[in-house]
Nanobody
């Protein structure tokens, strides 16, 4: 079994910063892409940022220049540094990973439980 655990959400004022972290654990053979998605109230879940095992990243247009995704392959973690936060960034942020498990060598898409980010004065 493979699981993702996020941390780092909370309340921040507009213009502030937060850093989200996500750790992948369990029966892991390899991890390919990892990423962050978010879902605001009444809206669909959307991609925020994604990074490949080789380090190539892509971002939603709404967060380019403000958010930075990084990955530690040795620790199976992915982070999201969020700067210049805006009220419209308020959402539940979910970690996602494309994993090959070590039990049956299956390709799995794994989601974390989500962490709430609230940007408000």
């Amino acid at each position: 079994q493979v699981q993702l655990v996020e941390s780092g959400g909370g309340l921040v004022q507009p213009g502030g910063s937060l850093r989200l972290s996500c750790a992948c654990s369990g029966s892991i053979f390899s991890i390919n892409d990892m990423g962050w998605y978010r879902q605001a109230p009444g809206k669909q879940r959307e991609l925020v940022a994604r990074i490949t095992r080789g380090g190539f990243s892509n971002y939603a247009d709404s967060v380019k220049g403000r958010f930075t995704i990084s990955k530690d392959n040795a620790k199976n973690t992915v982070n999201l540094q969020m700067n210049s936060l805006k009220p419209e960034d308020t959402a539940v942020y979910y970690c996602n990973a494309a994993v090959i498990d070590s039990s049956f060598y299956r390709s799995l898409e794994v989601w974390g439980q989500g962490t709430l980010v609230t940007v408000s004065s």
